[in-house]
Every structure is written in C-alpha cells, then in structure tokens.
C-alpha cells in the first residue's frame, strides 16, 4: 500500500487538554478546517460559542470557521486523512473506544509522550499492533514544548519523526509557524521512548528539589538522566546516527526537568515534600506521564536490563512506597 501523505490531507486532533489545544491552534494557523474531537461537554460547548477551550489553556482563542469539534469520534476520523493523538496515555484506549471507522487509510501522528498502561508499549506499538497498521503511517510530533508555551506563541523547536522523510515534512508544513522551528528524524523508537524515559527523569529532578538538594546536584542528577536514557535507546534498539545531544532527547528533557510547567516534576516535588504518592496524585489537576512510564519501563527492562538506576529508584518510590529521602541518598553513591 502507498502510504504517501497528499498535500491536500485534512487533519484532525483527538484530545481536548492543553496540549491538544495548542496543536490545534498551530494547525487552524495553517488548515481551512481542523477536524477535532472533543469528549468534554464543557469544552465543546466553549469552542463552538466562544472559541476557546474553558478547562485548558484558555487564553487562546481560535477562528471558529477553521475548527470543526465533534464529540462525535466517527465523524471526525472519516472526515480526516491525517488523525493527531494528543490525549493522556492512560486514556487513549477510552477516547478510542467508540471508533469503529477504518484507520487503514489514515496516517496516525502520535503527539503523545507517554505508555500504554497495561500494555507496555508506546503509542505507535499500540497503533502498530491493535489497528494492524504499518510503521509507515505512523509518525511523531515531539519535542521541548510546553503547551502554555507554544499556545502563547513562544519560540520552540519541535521535531517530526516518520520513517519517510517526505511524509515527515509535509506534516511538518503543517504545523509550521514564525515560532515553530522544525526539524525531521526517521528515528521514531529513539525519540518515543526518550520522550516518555525523561518524563521519569523529571520526577526523580521533582524529588531532589523537593528534599532540599541544590543545583549543583541537580546538574549531576540530570546529566547521569541523559546518559542513563542514552544508554537504554542503544542497548535496547541501537539506531545508526542517532545522536541523543539534540532538542528531541536532550532538550526535552531539560525542559521536562526544569519548567515550572512541567507536571512530571511537580509530582516528584509534592513527594519530595513528603507527601505520600496518593495525595500527590490527588493534588495533580493534569496526568503527570512519568508515573504510568514509571513502571511500564520498569517491566520493559527486564528484558533488555540495562543498568537504569534513577527510573529504578523512581519506581521504588512510586509502586513500592521506598523512603524519598533514603532512596535518594542511596542513588547519589550511583551518580558519576
């Protein structure tokens, strides 16, 4: 099958949080209609009366006649050529419940940073395995990029990941923006899984901060997170040219571990603070993805065992209730 994206192919988002919204804003700046399929009656009703999404992000206002939201998931698949996931991982199975409409001519790009629950795989083994679509028509949209951030407008670098460098950069055209610098990879295992391998990492940073420990640590912390993640990539799926020093491994993962937007860290720093890991979560108002990959990569290794120290001692802390405080002096003997 020609798996060929044509210039004309409409898109649509399937998710309505915040990155969800920010997607959508970038594509309705370049799409006639962007399709959009919204579960949330809050949220529906305030995009098709007001433009703007009253739960996530709602200081962007969109052009009305250039989205099409629908909680109606049929009608928005048929409708596309293009399908952007953007919804939590842990949810992604529930928003795609209903879909009985064929994906065998649609082109899945997965803007998801997270695991499967429950199934241990990423997005695009998911999609791969259960709508028995090929790896061709599948791609990534990743990248530094807090969804406060781009929908405001701030410059960010993100990267499109398609094992056809054609297809990558046409969608790529369609995210374009003046503050959206793009650039394109074939790497689609290296830049999902160190997507969802840095969002542990920030709640291990989230940690550190919250017991008391300084910047100088933290440097330490997070350069042996960038070894650590490097290390896995190439032992579990070696991929020539690879180079984990560029913004869709290394500086999302900076941003992950520094931002005051990021939830991973927030997370990791309710815990450092002594709060036990259920009313962290409680007090979280967004999914924090590091603690469903937490796990899930934890059982994926076990079949590569690769030496991973820091997401073992995150995993500790969040399944097995291990002392923060002890748990994180016992690692700093490990760190280099």
């Keep these: 099958m020609n798996h060929k994206i044509g210039k004309e192919a409409r898109c649509a988002v399937i ?42 992000v ?27 996931l953007a919804t939590p991982s842990a ?71 398609c094992t056809d460098p054609e297809n990558a950069r046409l969608i790529g055209s369609k995210f374009a923006t003046d503050y959206i610098r793009l650039s394109y990879s074939t790497d689609l295992y290296g830049i999902e899984y160190g997507a969802i391998l840095k969002n542990i990492y920030a ?29 896995f990539l190439e032992e579990s799926y070696p991929a020539e040219g690879r180079n984990t020093q560029v913004s869709a491994y290394l500086g999302d993962l900076l941003v992950t571990c520094y931002s005051v937007y990021s939830r991973n860290r927030r997370l990791g720093l309710l815990i450092g ?22 796990e899930c990569i934890r059982h994926i290794n076990f079949r590569h065992k690769v030496d991973m120290p820091i997401a073992e001692m995150v995993y500790k802390v969040l399944y097995e209730r291990a002392s923060a405080r002890r748990s994180m002096k016992e690692l700093t003997l490990k760190l280099i």
Aim: charged fraction near 20%; glycine fraction near 10%; include cysteine.
């Design 91 to 161: 949810y992604l199975k529930t928003f795609l419940e209903p879909l009985t409409e064929p994906l065998d001519d649609k082109f899945i790009v997965s803007a998801i940073k997270g695991i499967v629950p429950g199934d241990y795989q990423t997005v695009a083994e998911y999609i791969h395995d259960r709508y028995n679509l090929s790896y061709k028509q599948i791609g990534l949209f990743s990248g530094p990029s807090h969804a406060e951030e781009v929908s405001r407008g701030k410059l960010s670098y993100l990267t499109v990941a």
């Design 58 to 84: 709602s200081d962007l206002e969109f052009d009305r006649t250039r989205i099409a939201p629908s909680d109606d998931l049929n009608e928005v698949v048929r409708n596309a050529e293009i399908l952007v």
């Design 203 to 231: 709640l291990a940073v989230g940690i550190a901060v919250g017991l008391g420990y300084g910047d100088n640590f933290l440097a330490v912390l997070i350069a042996n997170c960038a070894g650590e993640m490097t290390r």
């Design 15 to 56: 998710g309505y949080g915040s990155w969800a919204t920010a997607i959508a804003g970038l594509l309705s700046a370049n799409e006639p209609c962007v399709g959009w399929y919204v579960r949330n009656p809050e949220v529906l009703e305030g995009l098709r009366t007001e433009g703007r999404n009253p739960r996530y």
């Design 273 to 294: 603070h002594g709060c036990t890991v259920k009313s962290a979560l409680n007090e979280m108002t967004m999914v924090a993805e590091g603690y469903f990959a937490a």
